[in-house]
């Protein structure tokens, strides 16, 4: 966060610098498809030729937490899960969204048992869910672009998730 | 049949009047006759028949169906947990073959009691039943004696109860809850206490313990 | 109870043993013990030699582009050969049949869909089967014809996406993205029948959620028209591929005796040579009218069982011609209102089909099977042979309801197959197999 701090305050160069970045970033999020279960199949539909999430920027679907910045947990997370995805989530490089699709990653869904995870907002930090068991692809499309508003407004300097 | 009195003499599938079943099935009348007597009753329902015994008389019977009577394909093992209902013992270790040649289906059920260390094992028979019986351990607890990797196949190694028996509440003793928040502050991840979530009772999802422990940690309504 | 139930009494052959506590070993060393004494009490491996010092363990999975679904595999490798393997599954239990002492059996029909989740129909239908053959009921004929269009449009959907993912693991992409062209055309009929694309719940016990709509045979037609052109591409794509046919012809050979011996059924049991396909072994919802062969390699390697899908596919797509041409007209619900909810109109209007309504939506008077009752009954699945175990109480829950997934069994022969040979051949092997995970861990 070195440039930011460097050029400081709110004057029209940072604004400018931060649609600039803003951007970029949101035209070009590359996710990380953490697919478990049903919803991952509506998740590489969206991925493919029908409802192509290419279109959007986001085309780029690396398997490894590293290189990408936009984490998409589709299906049901139980327990033994979860310490995967907490670690998947961690190895994640700033800034990072997470989109929490389908309404066993967000809620628990239709399974309420002792495995299943009631939404996974309760141990990482979600910013965008998806209703839908499975949700459409359209639904996918949605939150994509919900994350890209988020993302558009986000400030260079005071940092994403605040001190 | 009663299995206190030896089977009678006359030679399986006779139809004299004296006998009260009709023709035994096949499977049962070419079983020799001291494994015959294991068997406790022979059922029939919806065009499916099974035989009822005791643990650990089905491994007799198993080998010899296996070997003898050319069952190769073990389909399925598992059980059922009858706690609470007047059954002669709580669990019941469910076995069922599939002979291909004439395509039949048998089942053998076998009763097993709570206090029983452990069931005899038939990975030797078929490699089907190594993982099937690691399931079934790890869901009702059941040691079979002589799988050679008798682990925990679908909960975690550490999972502290069995989660199908009957004792063990759908919803859990909040087993699912224990992870920490993981989120970013500043410059690195820090870990918090779990947020907490609302709670809903379904019907019949819920014992009295969790009944009570819900309306403990439930907050009052803002108005 | 026996306070040592369920401790594993079988030694410890887990990749990464745990260690022992400080406790015990202070205990042991308490009580005298040397080096020696200590790694037999605690079942440590000797320190391990020059020569395996080469040894690696990898762990694949289980988030991996490469793994259908969560499988976690521990390679022990060497080089680039693998010494040993062990998988673990689990990573998506979700308690299925513990719901299910808890749900009516019709309520439990939403829960079947997401085992098997490329083929929720099929799921649908295996469960719907079982309770009614436990009920001892009988659907109407038009009911079963369209329970089997629907289950053979949702194999042949299930297929061509398990040739698209092997496909793509060893790197054909174009192939899986016309894969998945081809399933969205089998979901535009699903969606137009069921109303959802992915998990239906369209079957009820008794009978089927609603009747087709009325352009239903002109999908389907439609349909059969366009497939089989697309079908004859992929295939012509991959089996004269040179680079396709050397990464799996020859690998992952499993034989007949062993197939047997494991468990295996379905296109992978086929594919070894096991002759067993339940639609024509027992016949179910009148498969028995219909002419179709079953097809069977004897290779039993990830070739056959691509080849094997491929025929099925053809097997599938003959078994709706004729199902279309023969399609009865009548009702879609078992008449006995017994299980299955009358219409609308007649609950509106009629006292008795109100009092029906009324039990069946009711909770606690519902579907009743016979106390003690229990079935096992067997459908075929596009991963293999799907069994149900039910067994009744006579209440409205079930007992205990036990789902025999294919894929539990096709995957349990996975060590053993991969043990001897190359890391990419196991993504070779594992991609054939095509388990999934939903089924897998129920």
């Known amino acids: 966060m070195g440039l930011e701090s460097m050029i400081g305050g709110e004057g029209f160069l940072t604004t400018k610098i931060n649609d600039l970045v803003n951007w970029g970033r949101k035209n070009a999020l590359w996710p990380m498809p953490f697919g478990t279960a049903c919803c991952a199949i509506e998740m590489m539909a969206t991925f493919s030729g029908r409802y192509d999430i290419s279109r959007f920027g986001a085309e780029v679907v690396r398997f490894t937490p590293r290189q990408s910045d936009l984490l998409i947990v589709s299906g049901r997370i139980c327990l033994k899960m979860m310490p995967v995805l907490q670690k998947i989530y961690r190895q994640m490089p700033e800034p990072k969204w997470v989109i929490s699709m389908g309404a066993c990653a967000s809620c628990g869904g239709v399974f309420d048992t002792y495995t299943m995870i009631q939404g996974v907002d309760q141990f990482i930090p979600v910013d965008v869910y998806v209703p839908g068991c499975p949700p459409r692809p359209e639904s996918l499309l949605d939150a994509v672009f919900e994350v890209q508003k988020i993302v558009s407004g986000e400030k260079l300097d005071s940092g994403k998730h605040g001190s | ?223 | 109870m026996n306070p040592n139930r369920g401790k594993s009494k079988a030694p410890d052959r887990r990749a990464s043993a745990p260690l022992p506590s400080k406790r015990t070993l202070e205990k042991e060393l308490s009580k005298g013990a040397t080096g020696e004494h200590l790694k037999s009490v605690f079942q440590v491996e000797e320190e391990q030699d020059e020569e395996d010092s080469q040894r690696l363990i990898m762990n694949f999975g289980p988030q991996h582009p490469a793994t259908h679904g969560t499988l976690r595999n521990i390679f022990t490798i060497e080089g680039e050969t693998i010494v040993e393997a062990d998988v673990e599954i689990g990573f998506l239990h979700t308690g299925f049949e513990k719901l299910a002492e808890h749900m009516t059996y019709q309520q439990w029909v939403t829960v079947t869909d997401r085992m098997n989740y490329l083929s929720a129909i099929n799921n649908n239908v295996g469960y719907a089967v079982a309770v009614e053959e436990l009920l001892g009921i009988e659907v109407p004929p038009r009911c079963q014809a369209l329970r089997v269009i629907m289950s053979e449009l949702s194999r042949i959907g299930d297929h061509v996406l398990c040739v698209g993912l092997q496909a793509m693991d060893l790197g054909a992409f174009s192939v899986m993205l016309w894969a998945f062209e081809k399933r969205e055309m089998v979901y535009d009929i699903i969606e137009a029948v069921c109303g959802a694309r992915l998990t239906t719940s369209w079957t009820r016990v008794g009978g089927i959620m609603r009747d087709v709509p009325p352009n239903f045979a002109d999908e389907v037609y439609r349909f059969l028209e366009l497939f089989p052109p697309l079908h004859a591409e992929i295939h012509y794509m991959l089996k004269t591929n040179r680079i396709f046919k050397d990464r799996v012809q020859g690998v992952g050979v499993v034989d007949t005796e062993t197939a047997l011996s494991w468990g295996l059924s379905g296109p992978i049991g086929r594919a070894s040579g096991v002759d067993l396909d339940v639609r024509r072994d027992k016949p179910y919802l009148g498969y028995d009218q219909y002419n179709f062969e079953v097809p069977i390699q004897d290779s039993g390697d990830s070739w056959a069982r691509y080849l094997q899908r491929m025929d099925e596919i053809e097997q599938s797509l003959e078994i709706i011609r004729q199902a279309m041409a023969t399609l009865p007209s009548g009702p879609v619900v078992h008449e006995d209102f017994k299980t299955s909810l009358p219409k609308k109109q007649a609950v509106y209007t009629d006292m008795e089909s109100l009092i029906h309504h009324f039990k069946l939506v009711m909770l606690g008077h519902g579907i009743r099977p016979e106390e003690g009752a229990s079935i096992y009954s067997s459908t075929e699945a596009p991963c293999g042979e799907l069994g149900f175990f039910v067994v009744s109480d006579g209440s409205d829950t079930p007992l205990r309801i036990r789902i025999r997934p294919p894929s539990f069994y096709n995957y349990a022969i996975f060590p053993r197959l991969v043990e001897g040979g190359m890391i990419s051949d196991s993504v070779a092997i594992l991609s054939s197999f095509h388990v999934i995970a939903g089924e897998l861990d129920r």
Not at chain 2, 10 to 22: C, F, H, I, K, R
Not at chain 2, 67 to 90: C, H, M, P, S, V
Not at chain 2, 117 to 146: C, K, N, Q, Y
């Open chain 2, 1 to 223: 049949m009663s299995d206190d009195t030896p089977p009678p003499e006359t030679p399986p599938g006779d139809a004299s009047p004296s006998n009260q079943q009709p023709a035994p099935h096949p499977v049962r009348a070419a079983l020799p006759p001291l494994i015959e007597s294991r068997i406790l009753d022979e059922v029939t329902h919806g065009g499916q028949t099974w035989f009822i015994v005791r643990t650990p008389d089905q491994r007799a019977i198993l080998e010899h169906l296996r070997f003898e009577q050319n069952f190769e394909f073990l389909k399925d093992i598992t059980a059922i947990d009858f706690l609470g209902r007047d059954t002669i013992e709580r669990f019941q270790v469910v076995y069922v073959l599939y002979r291909i040649p004439d395509k039949l289906n048998i089942r053998l059920h076998a009763w097993l009691p709570e206090e029983v260390e452990s069931v005899p094992s038939v990975v030797d028979l078929w490699d089907s039943a190594r993982w099937s019986e690691r399931e079934t351990h790890d869901m009702f607890g059941i040691v079979f004696d002589g799988n050679p990797d008798l682990r925990r196949l679908l909960m975690p190694e550490d999972f502290p109860a069995f989660p199908l028996l009957k004792d063990y509440p759908l919803k859990g003793r909040g087993e699912r809850r224990q992870f920490p928040l993981v989120r970013p502050r500043g410059n690195e991840m820090v870990e918090d206490a779990p947020l907490p979530y609302p709670v809903s009772i379904g019907r019949g999802m819920h014992t009295p313990e969790y009944v009570e422990e819900v309306q403990r940690e439930s907050k009052p309504r803002k108005k």
